[in-house]
Nanobody, 122 residues
């Protein structure tokens, strides 16, 4: 059973920074793509950033130039460095991974973390 666990959320003032981390744990699995999503109150979940196994990254226009996604394949981790935070960045941030768990015979599927709250005050 593979699980994703996020950490690093909290309260920060506008213009400040936070670093979110997500670690995948389990036995005998391989990750293809990792990503970060977020969901603000009353809004639909949106894609923030992705990091593919080929090393390419993509960002939502709203965070481009401010957020940086990174990946440590050896540790099965993905991080999101968030700089110049704005109140509109307030949301629950979710880690996402497309992976195959070889112990389950299910092929590649999407896994989600439990989410971590980010609050940006003005």
């Amino acid at each position: 059973q593979v699980q994703l666990v996020e950490s690093g959320g909290g309260l920060v003032q506008a213009g400040g920074s936070l670093r979110l981390s997500c670690a995948a744990s389990g036995n005998n699995f391989s990750i293809r793509t990792m990503a970060w999503y977020r969901q603000a109150p009353g809004k639909e979940r949106e894609l923030v950033a992705t990091f593919t196994s080929a090393g390419s990254t993509n960002y939502a226009d709203s965070v481009k130039g401010r957020f940086t996604i990174s990946r440590d394949n050896a540790k099965n981790m993905v991080a999101l460095q968030m700089n110049s935070l704005k109140p509109e960045d307030t949301a629950v941030y979710y880690c996402n991974a497309e992976l195959i768990d070889y112990s389950r015979r299910t092929g590649y599927r999407v896994y989600w973390g439990q989410g971590t709250q980010v609050n940006v005050s003005s």
